[in-house]
């Protein structure tokens, strides 16, 4: 749980996907940014942009976190270049922000003491029961180390970026000859096969010599690094265990079965039938049709009274479709079970067996008959003893979850806790031993990002400080003791030799795979028959198909070459791809076919509102890239060492 707020509340929610996709590729590496601050002394900042600061610590905890939500989704270490990345995608999005919040401010936009309150209302993490709590908001904002007011001043400031955001992209549109020229390019089919020359084949005719070996391994040591690990002490406080430890005595039990009594109270129910004659609000306000209403349902309920079968009645007679087939039958209702106030006080006036006079509700006139009442009953402590008792632990454990929690949260605000283990025995916390804990988590307590941003964050590694509480769920909290740091490290060669080896001889074979493929290639496009070129490498290509631009069953490189290749009519295309695997796969394309809409309209007009929203963001990266290129951007170029 205090993984989804913190996201919520520590992200730019603001800044798509899509965007971060775009700034990936423009800035791929570092030195996207044209000045290096080259300032004696270390800066306290790690971007200065346009003379506004964004602190060292926020980005270092921003990255922590966003590393260790990626090492546990992905179960190992990020590798060296997409962490590269990864970092300058964090700092892009730092930069994006802070001139968009400025220009905000420039041009003067406001947010609402309404507008923020509804925002901060609605916000998902702040619901109980689909209900905004207050007092539960400000629990989650505190464990995220936030008060109320400074959420709402981050929330305004969001709110302020949006009506920017906002308004730029809703000046992008799309004419219809560029919407129908983008759809028949992006809905467009080629006819593709291709053969896979599998790099396995030229592995075993590979030297690898040791000279090759030592060089490989000198130009890739970034991929044989050891595993970034801590031996740490932790002290755990669970519910489970608060629940397991708690003792039932039999006068505390009668005093909380009393206490607690209605919970254990089954209302009066009553089993009704209805006949509805429909009277909606707009047909109130005709008299002649409210008339006509009040009369229908009064001839109803004389035949009702005569004696005729109310059953029948119902099925003749009434507008509730959803009893009507039933003859009318409501089942079992409890008092206010109605969705109407008036309906369910005549109901619970009645006496068994009885017709009501006619109910006016807002959905027309009711006729009752109530055919059997359910008296009120409590479960006593005798009749339900063990559902009971079970209901006393849990409300027990509750309480006692909360009071340590409390009591361990106040000792660490008093720095009156230094010791894990008189902690521990003080509020009867389990504790424990993890020998190497990684990124990735590790067992009994699982993953958490904001344990391993405490656990691997710089000056936490020198095992006197207790870290935490940190919450792993809403039923656990977890104290922790760094006793060892292990840095990722360079592994020696001769501990990696037999992997360095298998990357000489995999990379050696696909230079190998994709020379063969090549020369087929060459003799294809001198115009060498297509299945004896194929037969003479021992290649099965597959069966002429039309794909699209999203088919999920190609290789990526192939579909994307497949759509790269200039194709001309009457004559098939050829290159050369390689794919991931290592493997070389030659692409043929033999015929082109553009997108037509018609065959869908509402998929048709889905496509078509996606290349306009394609469009405005597009737009909106110019935008940035200009308020980019215009502003004074300084980098600490020791922010993430």
Not at 117 to 126: G, I, L, S, T
Not at 511 to 520: F, L, N, S, T
């Amino acid at each position: 749980m205090l993984q989804n707020i913190g996201d919520k509340l520590k992200s730019h929610r603001w800044l798509g996907a899509g965007l971060l996709g775009i700034l990936a590729i423009i800035f791929t590496l570092w030195g996207a940014y044209g000045v290096v601050d080259l300032s004696f002394g270390a800066p306290n900042y790690a971007l200065k942009i346009n003379g506004e600061e964004v602190p060292v610590a926020t980005v270092q905890n921003a990255w922590q976190q966003r590393q260790s939500q990626i090492q546990q989704q992905i179960k190992d270490d990020i590798p060296p270049e997409q962490r590269k990345i990864l970092q300058q995608q964090l700092l892009d999005g730092y930069v994006d922000s802070t001139l968009i919040n400025a220009r905000a401010r420039e041009r003067g936009l406001r947010v609402g003491t309404v507008a923020l309150q509804r925002a901060y209302q609605n916000e998902p993490a702040f619901q109980v029961d689909g209900k905004f709590n207050e007092q539960f908001a400000r629990g989650l904002l505190a464990q995220s180390g936030l008060t109320a007011a400074a959420y709402e001043a981050q929330l305004r400031q969001q709110l302020q970026s949006q009506q920017l955001v906002g308004a730029l992209q809703a000046t992008g549109f799309l004419t219809e000859t560029e919407l129908r020229r983008i759809f028949a390019l992006e809905n467009e089919q080629r006819e593709l096969r291709y053969a896979v020359v599998p790099v396995a084949r030229f592995e075993s005719g590979v030297n690898v010599e040791p000279a090759k070996v030592q060089a490989w391994y000198e130009t890739h040591k970034d991929e044989y690094q050891s595993t970034e690990s801590a031996r740490i002490q932790y002290a755990e406080l669970s519910l489970a265990t608060v629940a397991a430890s708690v003792s039932v005595n039999a006068d505390d039990l009668a005093k909380w079965y009393e206490a607690n009594k209605t919970r254990y109270a089954a209302p009066e129910k009553r089993h009704a039938r209805h006949i509805l004659i429909a009277l909606s609000e707009t047909d109130a306000k005709d008299a002649a049709k409210a008339a006509a209403a009040e009369k229908k349902a009064r001839e109803v309920l004389e035949q009702a009274r005569a004696g005729k079968d109310f059953v029948q009645l119902a099925r003749q007679y009434s507008d509730d479709t959803g009893s009507k087939a039933a003859g009318g039958d409501l089942g079992w209702l409890n008092p206010g079970a109605s969705i109407d106030k008036t309906f369910s006080a005549a109901l619970f006036a009645m006496k068994r067996g009885e017709i009501s006079n006619l109910v006016k509700t807002p959905f027309g006139y009711h006729i009752i008959k109530l055919d059997d009442v359910q008296a009120a009953a409590t479960k006593t402590l005798a009749d339900a003893r063990t559902t009971i008792e079970a209901d006393y632990r849990k409300d027990r454990a509750a309480e006692l979850f909360g009071e340590r929690q409390e009591g361990v949260q106040r000792k660490l605000e008093q720095n009156a806790a230094t010791d894990l283990a008189a902690l521990a025995r003080e509020f009867n916390l389990q504790t424990g031993e993890i020998a190497n804990w990684t990124r990735a988590g590790a067992a009994p307590l699982g993953n958490s990002a904001d344990l391993n941003t405490l656990i691997f964050a710089s000056g936490n590694a020198k095992g006197d400080r207790l870290l935490g509480p940190v919450a792993l769920g809403a039923d656990r909290m977890v104290l922790v003791r760094v006793l060892e740091h292990r840095p990722a490290q360079v592994r020696p060669l001769p501990e990696v030799q037999a992997a360095v080896v298998a990357a000489v001889r995999k990379d050696a074979a696909s230079v190998a795979a994709r020379a063969a493929a090549a020369e087929a290639v060459n003799k294809l496009q001198a115009g060498a028959e297509a299945v004896a070129t194929f037969k003479a490498l021992n290649l099965n290509p597959t069966a002429a198909a039309w794909v699209g631009r999203g088919d999920p069953q190609l290789p990526v490189q192939v579909r994307d070459m497949a759509f790269a290749l200039p194709a001309t009519a009457g004559k098939a295309a050829y290159s050369v791809v390689a794919l991931d695997s290592g493997d070389a796969a030659i692409v043929a394309v033999s015929g082109v076919r553009p997108g037509v809409a018609g065959a869908n309209s509402v998929n048709d007009q889905r496509q078509a509102q996606q290349y306009i929203d394609r469009e405005r963001q597009v737009e909106f990266n110019a935008y940035q890239q200009e308020m980019r290129r215009t502003a004074t951007i300084r980098r600490n170029e020791a922010v993430f060492n």
